[in-house]
């Protein structure tokens, strides 16, 4: 038994591996039919072995039967959306707004992200383990979609070093062009749903009822925020740095995260990223800068429904390919 039960956790790990190259480089390192032979390894001593299962078993990502309707969950923390600037004059009267609060020899430091164009999601990790996943929903409450997101490729199911008792973390999920492309073809070929767009076929995709249909969807899980933190946890006071931890805790982060010291760097960062908009594999609205200094944040604060702190800045809309 001890031999079947170290089998299992190498072929885990192996497993765990592949995953993690396939989805955070798009190259694995083993083809898709070596990786489909150690999983159905796996998922045979499992169900020889019950007692030897791991709750974290990659096996556990490819859902299970379908619940009648999704629960309700409440936001501990509300999920706000952004401000839009359309301009870079807009963006200026965001930045004087900050400085405003600033004393005078401060100098602010910007967090700059793209601003994925898919379907906000929570997930919430208790001792390291993800215990619950939702949809934003009207910021209050959304609907608890624990199963979806548990087969989503790159979210872990365990995270790794010392990691807060709870831990909630907001993030964007998105459906890859390439994927999204290759999900359309097939759809209509099957006479199947088509999606106008990748962010519908994403968040289609979470709001199915039957976890084993959203495990078919090529989904991407990129966080980029915080919500719930057990208060014992000591996180550094930036942004930026937080994010880092999150990273280096399992969590995809988006690798094009920067922070900038300058308003003029902003806008060079809006310039870069709109310049190179079409090499990415992925669809997005714009960029978001965000104070980068919590303290900072905390004394901005919000207004309504979006933070004093962050802003969006959107992009001219594309001309949409009607599919
Ligand atoms: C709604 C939202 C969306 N986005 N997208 C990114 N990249 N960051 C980000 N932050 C958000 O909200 C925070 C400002 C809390």
């Known amino acids: 038994n001890q031999s079947v039960h170290q089998r299992m956790q190498e072929l885990e790990q192996l497993l765990n591996r592949y995953n993690q190259e396939y989805y955070e480089n798009d190259e694995p390192s083993v083809p898709d039919a070596e990786y489909d032979r150690l999983f159905r390894e796996l998922k045979t001593l499992e169900t020889e072995h019950p007692d030897l299962k791991s709750a974290q078993s990659?096996?556990?990502?490819?859902?299970?039967?379908?619940?009648?309707?999704?629960?309700?969950?409440?936001?501990?923390?509300?999920?706000?959306?952004l401000d839009n600037a359309f301009s870079v004059d807009e963006f200026e009267a965001f930045s004087k707004r900050v400085e405003q609060r600033l004393?005078?020899?401060?100098?602010?430091?910007?967090?700059c992200e793209p601003k994925l164009d898919g379907a906000a999601v929570s997930l919430l990790y208790e001792n390291g383990l993800l215990v619950r996943g939702a949809t934003r929903g009207d910021g209050q409450s959304g609907e608890d979609i624990t199963e979806n997101v548990k087969t989503i490729r790159n979210v872990p199911?365990?995270?790794?070093?010392?990691?807060?008792?709870?831990?909630?973390?907001r993030g964007e999920v998105v459906m890859p062009l390439g994927a999204f492309e290759r999900f359309n073809e097939q759809a209509r070929q099957r006479e199947e749903k088509v999606f106008a767009?990748?962010?519908?076929?994403?968040?289609?995709?979470?709001?199915?009822?039957?976890?084993?249909i959203t495990a078919k969807r090529p989904l991407h899980f990129y966080a980029y925020s915080l919500g719930l933190i057990s208060e014992t946890t000591q996180l550094p006071d930036s942004h930026h740095q937080r994010l880092l931890q999150l990273k280096d805790w399992g969590l995809p982060?988006?690798?094009?995260?920067?922070?900038?010291?300058?308003?003029?760097?902003?806008?060079?960062?809006?310039?870069?990223?709109?310049a190179r908009r079409d090499t990415l594999n992925y669809d997005i609205d714009g960029v978001v800068f965000k104070v980068?200094?919590?303290?900072?944040?905390?004394?901005?604060?919000?207004?309504?429904?979006?933070p004093r702190w962050a802003i969006a800045r959107k992009f001219p809309a594309q001309e949409q390919l009607t599919t």
């Open 58 to 81: 990659p096996t556990m990502k490819v859902g299970g039967k379908p619940l009648g309707q999704f629960r309700s969950v409440e936001h501990e923390v509300p999920m706000l959306s």
């Open 103 to 111: 004393d005078t020899n401060q100098t602010v430091t910007f967090c």
């Open 157 to 169: 199911l365990k995270l790794s070093g010392d990691v807060p008792e709870r831990l909630e973390v």
């Open 197 to 212: 767009n990748p962010r519908n076929a994403a968040a289609g995709s979470l709001r199915q009822l039957d976890s084993r």
């Open 253 to 274: 982060v988006n690798i094009e995260i920067k922070t900038v010291d300058s308003v003029q760097g902003c806008d060079d960062y809006y310039e870069a990223i709109l």
């Open 292 to 306: 980068d200094s919590i303290r900072l944040q905390q004394d901005l604060g919000f207004v309504a429904r979006a």
